[in-house]
């Protein structure tokens, strides 16, 4: 079955850290994104790519990376330039920008 | 700027109908979505609308589309505990602008 993997489903980063967080899609879609939930804040958008090896900065990319090396994976990475990291991230991918996404199961990721 | 617009919280007794409700600003938005998301887990497209489309039904579900005033309806009949969840409206033009979601609970 198709379908988008996030890894690990819960994480725990120690001040000062960086933590990489797994997406990996194997629907062939064109584009994929990366949001991060807040209770009470809804969806907001840290980085998303339309193809390999292209992102763009979403609206909250201050203290995050990515990369896009392969169509299949999408990865971000909590960097220690992040003040507050603990939230709920989510992946997603789209056929190409905008159509309908298909979004992960999430990451939880707490700072400790 | 866009911005997608709903009520934070919705009460429903088991049993009756569920209004949840959205506004949006971008008129050129193409489709609008419907996405559920239960506890610690991703968001599920429930349903779509074209912007072409005043109604939509699917089963219990049913989408209400007034472009005139942009605003976007989900109705959810026969209310059931596993409907308990948030519910989040989206609009897409280029990119999918999502709402902060309505946290539906259901009253015994």
């Known amino acids: 079955d198709g379908g988008i993997t996030q890894s690990p489903k819960y994480l725990f980063r120690k001040e000062g850290q960086n933590v990489t967080l797994s997406c990996e899609q194997n629907l062939n879609h064109d584009a994929m994104y990366w949001y991060r939930q807040d209770p009470g804040q809804g969806l907001r958008l840290i980085y998303y790519s339309q193809i390999v090896n292209d992102f763009q900065k979403g609206d909250i990319a201050e203290g995050y990376s990515v990369s896009r090396e392969k169509k299949e994976s999408f990865p971000l990475t909590v960097t220690s330039a992040q003040k507050n990291p603990t939230a709920f991230y989510l992946c997603?991918?789209?056929?190409?920008?905008?159509?309908?996404?298909?979004f992960g199961s999430g990451t939880r990721l707490t700072v400790v | 700027g866009e911005d997608v617009e709903q009520s934070l919280f919705l009460s429903v007794r088991e049993g009756d109908s569920s209004v949840i409700n959205c506004t949006y600003t971008?008129?050129?938005?193409?489709?609008l979505y419907w996405y559920k998301q239960e506890p610690g887990a991703g968001l599920q497209l429930l349903t779509y609308i074209f912007s072409n489309m005043d109604m939509k039904q699917d089963q219990r579900l049913t989408v209400l589309l007034n472009k005139k005033d942009k605003h976007l309806s989900l109705r959810i009949a026969d209310t059931q505990t596993g409907d308990s969840a948030i519910y989040f409206c989206a609009e897409r033009d280029d990119k999918i602008i999502f709402g902060k979601g309505t946290r539906l609970h259901i009253l015994p």
């Open positions: 971008d008129s050129s938005s193409t489709y």
């Open positions: 997603a991918s789209s056929i190409e920008e905008g159509y309908g996404y298909t």
